[in-house]
């Protein structure tokens, strides 16, 4: 058998420069097609945004890659990149500054999609925040759980403890082995009932499914320590410090978490989420979360770090910023994080992250504080 190859070099490159112009052709049909999809959008009064559309797009790709043998993460950020292109051709044709959807979502919508979305990711959530594809995700909660830790430390006693959201318990599991009692509450039965599963509570721990927006369950000062973690405050009332400050008793500390208005992710759209599952929208006050082929929409008031302390303030809490987090891993794209070659790059941000996180840039993800009621 010859070992000759079938084409000379030359030869490859010119079918390579073909095929090159040939996508370039593409892409100038691509964008002409965009701005008709535009015009016919405005005329609708249809949203530009499009995420439930993407995610199934995303989905379909991932099984065609697996077909032609193609690097699925590769392709999703090529993918990626001409949807971003895209919403700017949208804008663009219809002199909008933003495609995303700034009309107010109505609340029962936002809380339908809430408990559809925690009913589907219960089960996984686990995963969802440390699993495949989740790198700034899990940074955050490995960073997050630390400041609990030294949170929690200030507490004037070790009587009770509150997980506000709790979710699926991790935090609560966290403060049984500090506190005499701990009390997790969470508007989700499904998070409740895998909470509930989790490990062999303590005595202590009750876990209850309860609609926070309606109050804390807890009697004025009776709470050592509380916490609001990974954007609960911003999902939760906005009536919660006020709360805090009737439950706390006098000493008393609690750990928040907002999504932060200012971080450096919001300024760049990415629609395929794979080190972060979420996107907010600044516009009305909503989280468009990420959940395999489906994108739901919940609520999420985002603060910046003078929002968040002035909102402590009025309350009468004593405010304190930790930090913000994760500010430059949410906008890696999937690659960098899996990739060998690569991974020397994401590591270098995770470090960087870890200085940007203290006070002072505030550009970070989330914005962590840690808020007091002041001692009588």
Known sequence: ????????????????DLGDTQMLEWLATRASLVREVARIKEAKGASLQAADREASMFAR??????????????????????????????????????????NPVPPERLHSQLLELTAAEAPRYDEYCRGE??????????????????????????????????????????????????????????????????????????????DLDAGIPAEDGTASFAVANFGAASELSPGLPRELARVL????????????????VNDWFYPWPATVHSHLNPHNDTLEVWSG?????????AMTVDEARGACGSAGLRFRLVGTYPTLQPILPAFVARSP?????????????????????????????VVSRPAD
């Open 293 to 301: 082929e489906s994108v739901y929409t919940i609520r999420a008031r």
């Open 133 to 210: 594809d989740t790198d700034a995700v899990s940074s955050y909660i490995d960073r997050e759980l630390e400041w609990i830790e030294s949170a929690s430390a200030e507490a004037p006693d070790r009587e009770l403890a509150l997980d506000l959201g709790c979710a699926t318990g991790q935090v609560s599991e966290l403060l049984q082995s500090r506190f005499e009692r701990v009390r997790g509450f969470d508007v989700s039965p499904a998070m409740i009932d895998h909470a509930r599963g989790r490990c062999d509570w303590n005595p202590g721990v009750g876990l209850e499914v309860r």
């Open 1 to 16: 058998m010859s070992n000759e190859p079938l084409m000379s070099l030359d030869e490859i490159r010119d079918r390579l």
């Open 249 to 264: 008793r006098p000493g008393g500390a609690a750990l928040l978490s907002w999504y932060n208005r200012d971080a450096l």
């Open 341 to 369: 070659r690569a991974r020397a790059l994401y590591e270098t941000c995770r470090q960087l992250d870890d200085h940007l996180a203290a006070p002072g840039i505030d550009r970070g993800s989330f914005i962590i504080a």
């Open 61 to 102: 790709k991932q099984i065609q890659c697996r077909v032609l043998g193609l690097d699925f993460h590769y392709v999703a950020e090529l993918v990626s990149l001409m949807i971003w292109h895209s919403k700017q051709i949208e804008c663009d044709e219809l002199g909008r500054d933003t495609f995303l959807d700034t």
